[in-house]
């Protein structure tokens, strides 16, 4: 193990998560992220936590529930840190612990080096105050439109309460993700309608070789162009998967396009929309799944105010 991954999740745990001595922390990992859910691990015994850590395999998709022991264990302890290959983010899992008054950081597809470039340098009070602000922005929202290469996307945002994902999660009940720094809602469903052009990556394929256009019609993903098209409209195999689950916004400015969605989704100015469950954030459908697609520089309206343009958050006030 080496002493500076230690170091660096020392420093994560006392600026993003807040740890305390004595404090109970659960490191949820699995067979392909065990050195870094070790390094987790191996810090907080050494900041005078009660560390435990549960290894499982590796989950098929994103949002795939982990065994059930594992869920219980985190609705038991005072922090959780998830480094696993798939995204626990959006499962009920992840849910129950927050309502039981967890910290949880969830970390799908971070790698060595994020825990010391990119993301997870940002300055996070920053990061924080700008997803606040955009998180405002949202919830006062009814309607979202991206446009971007010729193509629109329509949504209603009506009643939906935004998800500030700051990298600060120090009360009980915060969690998001680590590297962390965006805004996002479910969109009420069956009321997205147009095209979306995405030209970042999507979660579970990487970088995009080309551009991707989806074709959605009713709330759902109908259609897929794109040289990269048909592996990706495999994963999305259900009519629940294609369920457009999510509209999300990049806050922060040290994210790095790398191919892993965990870093890419947070990029600043970029726009992400999921297809697939929303269950854990306010929607109403249960896929199992949930997969993100980032737009690099879109431009995004809500109520016909832009917020987002040319790879720059309209309301950023630095």
Known sequence: ?????????????????????????????????????RAIFEAALSLGSDATMMVMSPRAVNGEEPPAPVAAAMAAANVVLCPTTKSLTHTQARKAAAAAGARIATMPGVT???????????????????????????????TARISYKGHDLTMSLAGRKAIPSTGRFLSPGESGNLPSGEAYVAPVEGTAEGELYVDGSVAGFGKLNGPLLVRIKGGRAVAFEGVDAAPI??????????NVAELGIGTNDKARLTGIILEDEKIYGTVHVAFGDNSTFGGTVRAGIHIDAILLAPDLYLDDVLVVHGGGVIPDRR
């Open 1 to 37: 193990m080496k002493q500076n991954a230690i170091e660096a999740c020392k420093n994560i745990l006392i600026r993003c998560m807040g740890l305390r001595e004595g404090e109970s922390t659960l490191v949820v990992t699995d067979t392909e992220r065990e050195e870094i859910g």
């Open 233 to 242: 409209e495999a994963m999305l195999k259900t009519p629940e998967s294609r």
């Open 112 to 142: 060595m080096d994020m825990l010391h470039e990119g993301a997870m340098t940002a300055d996070y009070e920053q990061v924080s105050a700008l997803t606040m602000r955009v998180a405002e922005l949202v919830d006062s929202a009814s």
